[in-house]
């Protein structure tokens, strides 16, 4: 799921990386929420926030929705410049860098957690806000911008619109299609929703606390790790069947 691209990318690859992303991103949202009570996986709600603190002429308070935007641009950016400079390197899978780096991100933070008093939330807010732009980025580029894994906004729009044109005929020629995009639109929410769901009861009920990030650290490893043990296998399979 995290190299197939282009022509070679089906449905079944892209339900796999959303199912796996939105997961990680519904528990980052939730665990940032409860522990800082700000948005962590997406810039809408801070962009608003910055520009009421600006248009009230209190733009030095609206500095850290600034941060918190450039945090997350900053990730994206990151992600893409990683892929794009060691695209040529055929030995690597470049969507695993950017991977990596949110996987330190997210363990760092549960890890630090249990040692030190955090004093700065903010730091720690643009944090997650710099791991969720580069994931967002990433799928992006994987997928060829069919998946989106960190916000829902979107994707409720190209749910509703999708879902609106299987009532006329003259779509029938793309209804295989339509449907495609539709199941795995609803994967992504389905996904982001129990993720929230897993992060909010580890978080609180089992008092885990920022720890619960280091789960989403984990899935993501788990699934990097059975990636490249899957296309080893398919490797070795048809090194014998040639």
């Known amino acids: 799921m995290f190299r197939h691209q ?3 990318r089906n449905l079944k690859h892209n339900l796999r990386i959303a199912t796996v992303l939105s997961f990680v991103a519904g528990i980052v949202n939730v665990v940032g929420f409860l522990a800082f009570k700000q948005l962590t996986t997406n810039v809408t709600g801070h962009f608003a926030l910055f520009i009421t603190d600006v248009a009230d002429l209190d733009v030095w308070k609206g500095t850290i929705y600034f941060l918190y935007i450039f945090s997350f641009l900053l990730g994206s950016f990151t992600s ?8 040529e390197n055929k030995q690597l899978n470049v969507y695993v860098l950017p991977t990596l780096i949110e996987c330190f991100i997210l363990i760092s933070i549960g890890c630090l957690s249990n040692f030190i008093i955090i004093t700065s939330p903010n730091i720690i807010v643009c ?6 732009g580069l994931q967002n980025s990433f799928v992006t580029k994987i997928s060829n911008a069919v998946v989106r894994t960190t916000h829902l906004t979107g994707l409720f729009t190209d749910l509703g619109i999708d879902l609106s044109l299987l009532f006329f005929p003259k779509f029938d020629t793309i209804r295989a299609k339509l449907k495609a995009n539709i199941k795995l639109r609803i994967y992504i929410i389905l996904f982001f929703f129990a993720g929230g769901l897993i992060g909010g009861f580890f978080y609180s009920k089992v008092n885990l606390k920022l720890n619960t990030l280091i789960i989403g650290a984990v899935i993501l490893l788990i699934s990097l790790f059975y990636d490249d043990l899957r296309y080893k296998v398919i490797k070795t399979r048809r090194k014998k069947i040639k």
Do not use: Q, V, Y
């Open 6 to 8: 282009g022509k070679s």
């Open 80 to 87: 893409s410049f990683l892929i794009e400079f060691f695209k």
């Open 127 to 132: 944090l997650l806000l710099f791991a969720m």
